[in-house]
Every structure is written in structure tokens, then in C-alpha cells.
């Protein structure tokens, strides 16, 4: 077995994961990782001293046993998995969520399924909420706030929001607080640990699970759950959020209150509104608009600025103004997505092509977006996507469902070993979690006619004379200055060949091959030489000599065996 508890400092945490594993239907999958069973503690790696082998590995009592075989006959194999999630706590939740990301590598009953993850738990007394923030912020919380309501908003894995009134300059502000909880770090970086080392475990152990890529969803998760545990960053993100949105008329973001923020402790202004369905429901919003004005919001966010909210769910949005032309708060900027302006062009250019029906436009564009991994044979590649392609575009645009369409092109892709990259897996999470809520609220929802303005104002922008000219500019500079450093360049090549420092170094993939065959032959050779010259020494001494007769044969055999290995090896 891979060395994996030397990873864990928590050796309870692992018992936990194999009987819970075992509960849910998987034991054989945890008795082929070596979690359980004691006849097993001979594959155990060295563990560190003081700490019995026999410790690290359990039996899962009888009852979780049946219960295990019962649920595997009865229940399918995505809804077993969201389970394990939700027993194992919050950063097996928080890692369900991210692979519900992935269309690319998981089927569509699969992301149905782990969506439904939710990260809601108890919510930590008032007293350790009010030692966090005053050990954060360093001051009494009577001293920040006027008012501080100690039943919170929301509790989630990371921390919980509280709503309360900031002592401000300019009087008071209703504002909420996203508080950390007290030793979450401490506990992600032990799950990250076990995470880690757990992916590792199952690619090795289990080679069917490359398909899914665990280390490569494990590091995905990694990511995106290290920027949520510093509040810094989502204040960093919602401060920019609003100089990309300053004066647009239906999106709106938190102000950031930095006197009364920290790593742990975040004081955000308190949007007003409510959630889409209630707003919907209780004060007359219509669906339509909304659906509209959140579709153009979030095109805008990644075609334009690059820089999105990679979690657009209906928790997250905020419902407010009038009816007829709505504003649209987004709250929890932890999780956000980037594309740079060279991803951007691709991925207007995978939208343009499936606007134009341009089944080809479509496989090249996401060919130029991903990364190969290995030679793509660009025939059977194109015929893939344009199938796909075909399936949809074939429909007026209105009825394109672009959640499945993106859904099944990644995961064409990704067949031929394109990789795609993770922030444009976050493009296509967010258009699909929009698309989803705005077809719920607008079934004539039609996305690509909400975005077509967008794309075709982008088209001009990237063709406009002065990003042309801007283009041919850099184009100038970089050639300036290559101008400039060749001369120098060559001078030094000039000079190592004279003083001779200059050496050459080539590689031919074949050489390891070539170098192994004259090897062989060579100890062959000498091989059936010794044989050979023993052999006719001891015959010419004494002529009827056994030994030489056999030495002679078995030379020759060794020649002949020789010689047919490498005959059989060329054909191959």
C-alpha cells in the first residue's frame, strides 16, 4: 500500500472514511485501496514510531456491512457517492460541489446528483462567534458594531454570515459579517492532506479511475478552497466586481467595510432585495426580465472583463428595484473565475461558431482553447464534435439547451485527449447554473439571443482600427526588440566557439534502444567467445574431452539463440 498514513496525523479520520465507505456500498473499493481488514496490516507501510500498524486499518462493524449491501442494490452509484460526501462532512461536500464543475470528465446523472450538495451545518455558538471577531479584528465587538444579531443568516462549512450594524463615519450601516469558524484551516489542510494522498492511492490501485482524474479534481478543489479560506481575497474580488459594474444599470455588489475586515472576519454592506423565487412570487418581479438582465450580466463578466463569478446559484442572488428592470445583487465572491484576453477570443470565437452553426468552427475553437495531452487525430476529433455539434445546432436558437451542448463538447474533447483548462470549466458552470435558473423563471428563456448584442459589440471591439493598430504595435515592440538583442546574442555564440565553450546537444529517441541492442550483442558475443575458445583448447589437449564438446554446443546455442531474439525483436 501506498504510504498514506504517513500523510494523515489523524489516523480516527481514516477509520472514519473506511467505515463510512463500507456503509454506503464500497467496501470492496476500500478493502482495494488497504483500508480495512487486519489479516492486511503485512502491506502496511513503515508508520511513524509509537504508532501500531494494526491501529491504521478496521473492521466496519456488521450492521454498516449489510446496510452497505442494501444501498448498493438499491440505490445508483452517484447517489452512494453523495452520501459518502455528505457523512464524511464539509470538505467532502465542498470537493462534491467541484466535481459537479466537471461535464468533461463526469456524466450528466452524476453533476445532476452532486448538486444537489448542500454545505449547510450547525451554527457555532454566539460566544465563539464573538472570540473570532474580536481575536481578528483586535478590539471589543461592541467597539466595531452598534448591533451584532447573534442568530446567524447562514452556516456553511467555512464560516457563517450575521447580520449587524457598523459604527461608521458616516453613520450607521446595515452590513452583514462572514465569520471564519475557529480552526477550519486546521481541518482543510488535514482533509487537503488525506485528499491528496487518497487520489494518489486510487490512480494507483485502481487504473479504470484515470477516467475520472482524481489528483487533477483534487487539485481543482485545492484551489478553489484555499482562495474561499481568506476573506481578503473575496474582499479583493468584490471591490473589483464593482469598478467593472460601476454605473450598469441592473448589477450591483457589496460594498467592502475594510476597517472592519480581516483574513477571517468579512463586513460587507447589506444588499437589499430577496431571493429570485420569493421576489418572483411576493412583489411582482417578473421572470423573464430577470432571466434577461442575469444572462447579460454574466456574458458581460467573461467575455468582456474576464474576471467572473464562478457560482451564480439562486443563493447567491439578490432580487431588488423595480419590476420592469430589475437589479441583480451577487453576494459570496469567494469562488471567481478569470480568463485571460487570449482565452477570451476563444472562447468568443466557441460561442460565435455555435451561433453560425459552423460545425467545424465549432471543434477548432475548442481544440485551440484546450491543451493535447497526446497526438489528436484530427479527423475522427472533428467528425466527434461536429456529431455532437450537429445534435444541437441543428435547432433554432432559442431551443438550443447550451448547458448540455458545453456539457457534451468538454466531454468529447477530453475522449481525445484534449485537456481543458479549469477556468474556462468554470465558463462553462456558470452559463449552465444561469441558463439553469433563468429557464426555471423563463422557459422562452433564449440565451444565445440575450447574448448575440454582446458577442457582436465584442467582434467590432476585437476588429476596431485602434485594438488593430494596437496589435500591430506590440507586434513593433516585440520585433524591436528582438532586433536589438540578437547582435548581442550571436556574440556570445561567437565567443563560446571561440574560447571553445560551445557544445551541442542533440537527443534521438532511438538511441536508448540502439545503445540496449549493441549491449546485448556485445556480452553475446563475448559470451559465445569464451565458450568457444574454452572449448577447442580443451579438445585440442585431450580430443575425446566431454567438456569441451559441450562448452563448443552450448556456445553455438547461445549464438543461435542470440540471433533469432534479435531477429523476432526488428519485427517487432
Not at 72 to 100: H, N, T, W, Y
Not at 309 to 315: L, V
Not at 506 to 515: A, F, G, H, K, S
Request: net charge negative.
Amino acid at each position: 500500500m501506498v504510504s498514506i498514513v504517513n500523510a494523515v496525523r489523524d489516523l480516527g479520520r481514516l477509520r472514519q472514511i473506511y467505515v463510512v465507505l463500507v456503509r454506503h456500498g464500497f467496501g470492496e473499493l476500500a478493502q482495494r485501496l488497504g483500508l480495512g481488514g487486519r489479516s492486511r496490516t503485512q502491506a502496511m507501510p513503515e508508520l511513524p514510531a509509537g504508532v501500531d500498524a494494526s491501529d491504521a486499518l478496521v473492521e466496519a462493524p456488521e450492521a454498516d456491512a449489510k446496510r452497505g449491501e442494501e444501498e448498493r442494490r438499491r440505490i445508483s452509484l452517484p447517489e452512494r457517492v453523495r452520501l459518502v460526501c455528505m457523512d464524511l462532512g464539509p470538505s467532502f461536500v465542498k470537493l462534491g460541489q467541484i466535481a459537479s464543475t466537471r461535464p468533461d470528465v463526469l456524466p450528466n446523472d452524476w453533476i445532476i446528483e452532486l448538486k444537489k450538495l448542500q454545505d449547510e451545518v450547525n451554527p457555532l455558538p454566539w460566544s465563539d462567534i464573538k472570540a473570532a471577531v474580536e481575536a481578528s479584528l483586535g478590539a471589543p465587538i461592541e467597539d466595531i458594531y452598534e448591533r451584532f444579531e447573534e442568530k446567524p443568516l447562514a452556516a456553511a462549512s467555512i464560516g457563517q454570515v450575521h447580520r449587524a450594524v457598523l459604527k461608521h463615519a458616516d453613520g450607521p450601516q446595515e452590513v452583514v459579517v462572514k465569520v471564519q469558524r475557529p480552526g477550519v484551516r486546521t481541518t482543510v489542510a488535514r482533509d487537503l492532506e488525506l485528499l491528496h494522498a487518497l487520489a494518489k492511492l486510487i490512480e494507483r490501485t485502481i487504473p479504470e479511475s484515470s477516467l475520472y482524474q482524481p489528483s487533477a479534481l483534487v487539485d481543482q478543489f485545492d484551489r478553489a478552497i484555499t482562495s474561499e479560506l481568506d476573506f481578503g481575497l473575496e474582499a479583493e474580488h468584490a471591490e473589483k466586481f464593482r469598478r467593472h459594474f460601476a454605473g450598469h444599470p441592473h448589477a450591483r455588489f457589496p460594498h467592502v467595510y475594510r476597517e472592519a475586515s480581516s483574513k477571517t472576519v468579512l463586513t460587507l454592506e447589506l444588499l437589499p432585495g430577496g431571493k429570485v423565487y420569493d421576489e418572483i412570487r411576493d412583489h411582482g418581479h417578473k421572470g423573464p426580465a430577470i432571466a434577461q438582465a442575469a444572462v447579460g450580466i454574466v456574458v458581460k463578466m467573461i467575455f468582456e472583463d474576464g474576471f467572473f463569478h464562478a457560482d451564480p446559484h439562486p443563493g447567491n442572488i439578490l432580487i431588488s428595484g423595480d419590476p420592469d428592470s430589475p437589479t441583480i445583487g451577487l453576494i459570496d465572491l469567494g469562488m471567481v473565475g478569470r480568463l485571460s484576453p487570449e482565452m477570451r477570443d476563444k472562447t468568443l470565437d466557441l460561442m460565435i461558431a455555435a451561433v453560425r452553426q459552423d460545425h467545424l468552427g465549432v471543434a477548432d475553437a475548442l481544440y485551440a482553447i484546450g491543451t493535447p495531452t497526446k497526438k489528436v487525430d484530427m479527423r475522427a476529433y472533428r467528425a466527434e464534435v461536429s456529431v455532437l455539434a450537429e445534435k444541437y445546432l441543428g435547432r433554432p436558437l432559442k431551443e438550443i439547451d447550451v448547458a448540455a451542448m458545453i456539457s457534451d463538447l468538454m466531454r468529447g474533447a477530453s475522449k481525445y485527449g484534449i485537456e481543458i483548462p479549469p477556468d474556462f470549466l468554470l465558463v462553462g458552470k456558470a452559463i449552465m447554473t444561469i441558463e439553469g435558473v433563468g429557464k426555471e423563471i423563463d422557459p422562452d428563456l433564449d440565451v444565445f439571443g440575450v447574448a448575440r448584442p454582446f458577442f457582436l459589440d465584442l467582434l467590432r471591439k476585437r476588429y476596431s482600427p485602434e485594438r488593430v493598430g494596437m496589435e500591430l504595435w506590440r507586434g513593433v515592440e516585440r520585433l524591436s526588440g528582438a532586433a536589438y538583442d540578437l547582435p548581442q546574442q550571436l556574440r556570445e555564440v561567437l565567443d563560446d566557439l571561440r574560447l571553445g565553450r560551445l557544445t551541442l546537444r542533440t537527443t534521438d529517441p532511438t538511441l536508448p534502444r540502439t545503445v540496449d541492442r549493441l549491449g546485448r550483442r556485445l556480452f553475446a558475443g563475448l559470451v559465445v567467445a569464451t565458450f568457444v575458445f574454452a572449448g577447442t583448447w580443451l579438445l585440442q589437449t585431450d580430443r575425446k574431452d566431454p567438456l569441451g564438446i559441450t562448452l563448443l554446443v552450448f556456445g553455438v546455442l547461445v549464438m543461435f539463440g542470440h540471433v533469432v531474439l534479435d531477429v523476432l525483436r526488428h519485427l517487432r
